[in-house]
């Protein structure tokens, strides 16, 4: 079973940086897309940004040129740098995997979330 730890988040000044990290284990599992998204209070999930396997991103337009999303393959780690942080940046920002896992010879397709970690910008 893949899982998701998130690491990273916390309270910054507006105009401020912060740096996310998330982590999968497990065992005989293939990551192929990671990606984080956000829900502020009282709006649904979102997604902040988007990265394949061979390294192609998306980003939702609120935050583009603002974020960058980057993963170790190695690591089985994403990350995101935001910066130039505004207030609707707050939200609890989740990271999400798509995976595949072998069960014997059967290739199984999953997806999994992080537990959350909170971003607070504060004026």
């Known amino acids: 079973q893949v899982q998701l730890v998130e690491s990273g988040g916390g309270l910054v000044q507006t105009g401020g940086s912060l740096r996310l990290s998330c982590a999968a284990s497990?065992?005989?599992?293939?990551?192929?897309?990671m990606g984080w998204y956000r829900q502020a209070p009282g709006k649904q999930r979102e997604l902040v940004a988007g990265?394949?396997?061979?390294?192609?991103?998306n980003y939702a337009d609120s935050v583009k040129g603002r974020f960058t999303i980057s993963r170790d393959n190695a690591k089985n780690t994403v990350y995101l740098e935001m910066n130039s942080l505004k207030s609707e940046d707050t939200a609890v920002y989740y990271c999400?995997?798509?995976?595949?896992?072998?069960?014997?010879?059967?290739?199984?397709?999953?997806?999994?979330w992080g537990q959350g970690t909170l971003v607070t910008v504060s004026s």
């Open positions: 497990g065992s005989s599992f293939t990551i192929t897309a």
């Open positions: 990265i394949t396997s061979a390294g192609s991103t």
């Open positions: 999400n995997a798509e995976y595949w896992a072998l069960y014997g010879p059967t290739r199984r397709y999953g997806e999994v």
